[in-house]
Structures are given as C-alpha cells and as structure tokens.
C-alpha cells in the first residue's frame, strides 16, 4: 500500500503462514460464516503470530460510510464544550461511531475549513457549534448524503436540525429574578451581537425589562469581546455614572468570570446573575446566581438527532429546545442597596 | 464507491462535464503542474457546478498515510483534558493533522479498544493520556509504523516518549509549603494508587515530610475515588481521631473540589494546597493555594513529539518532564491554629 505501512502484514501473509486460502482469511477476519473452528484457530494464530490488524478505514470507505463523526466546537478547551463533547462522544460510541474534534475558534472561515476537512474524510455526519453566519458551503455535502446536526446555536441560510437552548427564557429569567429582588437598573454585559446565543439573550433581557414596565438605558448594555480587560471596562462603565445599575446579568461563563474578577473593586457591590453555570460558584462569597445551560443534554440531543439522521429519518429539519434554569446562590438576591 | 455516497459526483462526472480527460481533471484537484488556464478554469467550473469534492481519506490512503491523531484522554470534560486537547489540536493543524479524540474513563479495557480502533483507521500517530497498566498491546502498531507519545502518564511495560509534569516535585514543594507554615501533622488525599500520578504525588508527600525529619502517621493518607462522598469521607477521617491534620494536600483537582465542599463544614479549618489549579481558584474566600500544572503545555510538549518522530526522528525515546509551581493564594498559607 506504500512505504509508511509497508511492514504492515497483509491478509495475503495471514494466508500463506496459516496454510489457507485468502477468503477464508477474509471471512474470519470480518466475522462472516462458512470456516471450520479448525481453519479459524489456524488463522488466529497466524494473525496473533504476525500481528496482523484489519484496516477499518478501507474497509469502511468501501463499504461507504466510515463510522465516524465530526464535532466542531468552538474551544474544546471551554468547559462547555467539554461537557457537550463527552456527551457526544458517549452517543457516538453506542452506536460504534468515532470523533473527530476541532475548534473554530468563534472563527467563521477556520469552521468552514474544519467543516470541510471532515467532510473530506467521509464522515457520516457532523455536529457543529457553528461560529459563522452562512452554512451554504455545506450544501455539497449535505447533497452527497453527509448528516448534520447544530448545537447551541442554529446553521444560516441553510435549514438544518439543532439542538438548542432557550436563551431568550433563560435570559428573561435572570432578569425577572432581579427584577422580583427590587432591581429596576439593570445591565446586560454580552458576547458579539453577531452570536446567536449573544443575541438571543440580549432580547430575554429586553422582554423581561418590557414585561415589568421598565425602561432600558442603552448604556446598560454592552456587546463586546469577552476577554477580562473588555468585560472590566463594560462593569465600569455601567456601574459608574450618574445612574449606575443595581444589578447586572452576564451572558456567558467568561463574562461572569471578568465580572467576578472586578466586583471587588466595586462599592456597592452590584447584584449578579451568569448565563452558564461554573463548577466552584457554590464555593463563592456569596454564592454565584446563574442561569444554567445542561451542555451534556445539548451533547446528547444534537448526537442523537444525528444518528436518527443516518438511521434513515428524513423528516423536516427538527429543533430541539432544551430550557434554562434558574439557580439561586445569593449573588442574585441581594436588593439595590447591596445588601 | 457505495450505494449511500451513489449521488457524489465523481472525477469522471467533472471530466464528461468540462469536455476534458480525467488526468487532467486529477491535476487541477491535486493541484499538479501541466494544465492551460482554460483546462483549469472548464475543470473548476465543473467542479463547482456538480459539488464536486476530494475524497482525502482514499486519497491520503492510498499515499499510506491519514493525515490523523488519535488523542485519547482520561475524561474530555475534565478542564485538564480540554487545555490539554486543544494544545495537540493546535500543533496537528499546523501539521495539517485533523484529531481523533476519545475518553477511556480511567478504564483499561476501554482505553486499549480506544487505542486499537483509532490504529485500525491508520492513523499516523496515537497521543495517550493512559489509563491501563500494560501497552504491549500497542507493540503491533508501533512496528507498523503508528508513533506514539504518552502523555500526563508514561506508558507501562513498553518503552515510549512521554511528555509528564513533575509530580514527585510539585508535590514535595506544596508540602514543604505547608511544614514551612508551621504544620507538623500533614494528609495526603490521592487518587487510587494505580494511577501513576496519584503515586508519585504521594512519593513527592513522603520525601517532603521524610526531609523535615516529620513523621507520617499512615491513617493521614488517602488514596481513594475521587467522588465527593469519597473525598468528604476521608476529610472526615484525617481531621477526625486523636491527632487530627491540620493540613492537607488534595492530589488532584477533583479530590480538591471536595476536599472545598466539605471544609465549611470543619473548625478549625485545615490548611489546604491543591494539585492542579482550578478557574475560580483565586475567587474563593480565602483563596485557593495550588500546585499547578500546565496542561497546555503538556500537550504542546506530546504533540511536538508526535510529529517529530512522524517526520523521521528515530532517537531513543525521550522523556519531557515539566516543572510543576506553587501559587500560594491564603488556603496554604493559614498556621496550625486555623489562622
């Protein structure tokens, strides 16, 4: 086959050292009926002795699918997309599939060639945290019989299934809470307006705002990167001022943790609410409000969707909307006078 | 090829379509000298007119290699493996390199199929964050021509590069930490003691404490699940009894979390460091003390190898050891009396 695997030993040595003709090599190799127990101990050792391995991949390509599948996160270092990926993986693997993973990066061009690069090995399907706003590169390959499913947010310009959370009820919840807590001046800090989730929860907040008669001062809201130094210029401008905010809801756990970071150095201590859960705010003084995400359950519903997919369901493009939740821990139920 | 990718368009599909040969149509997609830039631009026609796309996996195949990493990791949603994974992806991509991931769980048996089904779609090279006690399993494969590197654990009863933190170390250098602040009755909280960073780290415990001239009294050792009700069970146990602890060392970052949950529940408080470090660690009241590993640079330094050794490098296996490093944040640094 080449030089790189040139020492590999073929089903042809399995053969010749077990003394028997290649198919029945073929055929206790595969699994398929037909030898004696004899035959099959000889090839056995004959395999054992050489170390023979049987090539999947070819095998698989000429059967026409690879079991394989494609997950593109955006930083499989985030924990969210930790969770989610275990969750994936889990499904994949009942159902004898492997994973590829990469990050995009929130980068629209390095999805579409992450995208593609899967595609190019055959995966049966891909499930994708999509970073850009136009998936019609992957028509081809929707076309050619490659499954795809989103998560987290929805595929654009293309109808495709995806598993989701509901931002705008989570976001509407956190402010809500707030809101019931005596908050009447409340920031939303979020992610690039261009991000589906970023958006979606920015008009929970302006709908939970709206439902409770309260006005919105656009300069209580900021979209913007999520690095420690933009969210600490964001809590400063909308708690600084001449009517700073009582309260804030943050939008994404990286938003929360620049928040976090800079509370300290604010007197009084605005209430908070985070979009996303993090593994020590139980531990915190006080406690971290959030609005959780179940990454895992996103993971799970967007796996299955797609291996219904590759089962053979071919109904409309579903969308899966799992709910948010509301987790009180005492940064949240403190009222206006930071207390 | 098959019946499910039947509707792919082919190299001959783009040939009839264009009006040209075939050869001429593989030279313009393998991007090969010997073509007018009419040819060129009839074939790139056609190709966007059918959808028309490589198939690297045969292609790269028949080349006798994939273009592909297996990553095996203990567990992706741990925060360890996430850094750690996106390091190796970032160093596959510059080598043009997709990655297979997967997660053995901490179980042998499921780490060794892990192993073998990414060897079986002949993937150039395996990065492995071990979990079982013998690889000769990988023995067949590595004659074969697949490298690989161990990583965060060396391999067993094989020889192979590895790419580890200084476990021995870090862990002497957190209880030296802990004498130095006074305490005399130390815990070390391991995870089971197969685990080979869970064994070093409580070597790294005894020599610090063995340096000071401190004796160890054996019921202030732990090696243990690292689940909550197992972590608060042992904490209950060394600062229990006679002569309690009152300081402890907790072995990794999931034996710490517990370790934190069921401290409020103590008084006096045990000093505590932790090996590995943790998001919020430096948001705790009072901050967490940690020996920090890195986990990105671990896999940098095991994907470095990887690829060294795919482009030819057949030196004797190496061994990378990174240093580990105190952060010392108040849970370290509180006197025998709580303070």
Redesign the interface.
């Known amino acids: 086959?080449?030089?790189?695997?040139?020492?590999?030993p073929t089903m042809k040595d399995v053969a010749a050292t077990a003394g028997v003709g290649l198919k029945t090599v073929s055929r206790v190799v595969n699994g398929e009926a037909g030898v004696t127990p004899d035959m099959a101990a000889r090839v056995q050792a004959a395999i054992a002795e050489l170390?023979?391995?049987?090539?999947?991949?070819?095998r698989l390509?000429?059967?026409?699918?690879?079991a394989?599948v494609g997950l593109l996160l955006e930083?499989?270092?985030?924990?969210f997309?930790?969770?989610l990926?275990?969750a994936v993986?889990e499904v994949a693997?009942m159902h004898g599939s492997?994973?590829?993973?990469?990050?995009s990066g929130e980068d629209a061009r390095h999805e579409q060639e992450l995208a593609?690069?899967?595609?190019?090995?055959?995966v049966d399907g891909l499930v994708v945290v999509p970073a850009g706003g136009d998936h019609r590169y992957l028509?081809?390959?929707l076309?050619?019989?490659i499954a795809a499913v989103f998560v987290d947010r929805p595929a654009q310009l293309i109808d495709a299934d995806a598993a989701l959370t509901d931002n705008v009820g989570g976001a509407r919840e956190g402010v809500a809470h707030l809101i019931r807590h005596g908050h009447r001046r409340i920031a939303f800090l979020g992610d690039l307006p261009q991000i589906h989730t970023a958006a979606e929860r920015l008009r929970g907040y302006r709908e939970a705002m709206a439902e409770a008669g309260l006005p919105v001062d656009e300069a209580w809201i900021a979209m913007a990167p999520t690095d420690p130094a933009s969210v600490a210029a964001s809590v400063d401008r909308v708690t600084g001022g001449a009517a700073p905010v009582t309260a804030v809801l943050s939008g994404n756990n990286r938003i929360t943790?620049g928040v976090?970071?800079r509370l300290p150095a604010l007197s009084p201590r605005p209430a908070l609410v985070g979009f996303d859960d993090?593994?020590?705010?139980?531990?915190?003084?006080p406690g971290l409000t959030v609005v959780a995400q179940d990454p895992?359950a996103l993971g799970r519903a967007a796996a299955d969707l797609l291996f219904r997919r590759l089962a053979g369901d071919d109904a409309p493009p579903r969308r899966i909307v799992l709910p948010a939740r509301l987790i009180p821990r005492g940064s949240g139920e403190a009222g206006p006078d930071g207390r």
Chains 1, 2 share one sequence.
């Open positions: 086959m080449s030089t790189r695997y040139g020492s590999r170390g023979f391995r049987r090539n999947d991949s070819a390509l000429r059967k026409g699918r690879t394989s930083d499989i270092a985030d924990p997309s930790g969770q990926s275990r993986e693997r492997l994973l590829f993973t990469g990050s593609l690069a899967f595609c190019a090995r055959r028509l081809p390959e076309a050619a019989g943790l976090l970071r993090l593994e020590l705010a139980d531990l915190l003084t895992a």
